[in-house]
């Protein structure tokens, strides 16, 4: 056994800027858990696209999500809007989901010895990347508060961007994630859902963690 408290794995998915990557930061430092944004994964492989179009192959992707740390992707880059659109592009590749499978399932079973365990958000979380998680959450929030949300965001980031152009971006992104082929975004069964449209980010984070605690303490 790895540690005496039980080893837990959380598995978040939710619709963009939805306010999952904040709820699952705080429960993970809660609960001393790996986080993974793995949307991040996407934009790092993304952001390469951009930087390299003609390099940018199979290979190519292999190579640079074999050399990827968590820490590469806390730069703040990668969340402009155009990294977000082109890994909502590349996110239909079956092939190149299969590469970021691979690091988010090491991450997310075998995270290093300092950690009680794993939170991952994502789109396919709870059922293609930690289908046996301990607890699942289906995130989201109405359409013009995740706008604003994520409006707010780029725009302490000083990137300029106009309201109306983030709410296209996110419809444009949601309607990719909820109905590609491969790995679609969803809601499962056995997920529990959380809006987060009035919500506070301390609201939701204690509703996520009475059902946590609830659950444990059986
Ligand atoms: O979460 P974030 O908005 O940063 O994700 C960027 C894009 O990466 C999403 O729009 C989605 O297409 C893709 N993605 C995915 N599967 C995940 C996480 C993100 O397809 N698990």
Redesign the pocket.
């Known amino acids: 056994m790895r540690n005496k408290k039980k080893f837990i794995k959380v598995a978040i998915?939710s619709p963009?800027?939805a306010g999952a990557?904040t709820i699952a930061l705080s429960i993970s430092k809660h609960y001393n858990l790996l986080y993974l944004?793995?949307?991040?994964?996407?934009?790092f492989l993304a952001m390469h696209k951009i930087k390299n179009p003609k390099k940018f192959n199979l290979n190519f992707a292999k190579k640079k999500i074999n050399k990827l740390k968590i820490k590469d992707l806390n730069k703040k880059n990668l969340l402009s809007n155009k990294i977000?659109i082109e890994?909502?592009i590349i996110?239909?590749k079956k092939s190149i989901?299969d590469l970021?499978h691979k690091f988010?399932v090491k991450l997310a079973y075998s995270p290093p010895k300092k950690y009680s365990g794993s939170c991952l958000?994502?789109?396919?979380?709870t059922y293609n990347?930690i289908p046996d998680a301990d607890f699942k959450f289906f995130i989201t929030a109405n359409i013009k508060t995740r706008a604003q949300r994520r409006y707010k965001e780029l725009n302490k980031l000083k990137m300029k961007i106009s309201f109306e152009e983030v709410l296209k971006t996110i419809k444009l992104?949601d309607k990719?994630?909820y109905s590609r082929k491969i790995?679609p975004?969803k809601k499962t069964k056995d997920s529990i859902l959380i809006n987060t449209t009035n919500l506070t980010k301390r609201a939701c984070f204690l509703k996520i963690k009475k059902i946590i605690d609830k659950k444990l303490s059986y």
């Open positions: 998915d963009a800027a990557g944004d793995t949307g991040k994964a996407y934009r977000g890994a909502s996110a239909k989901r970021v988010q958000d994502g789109r396919d979380i990347i992104r990719r994630d790995a975004l």
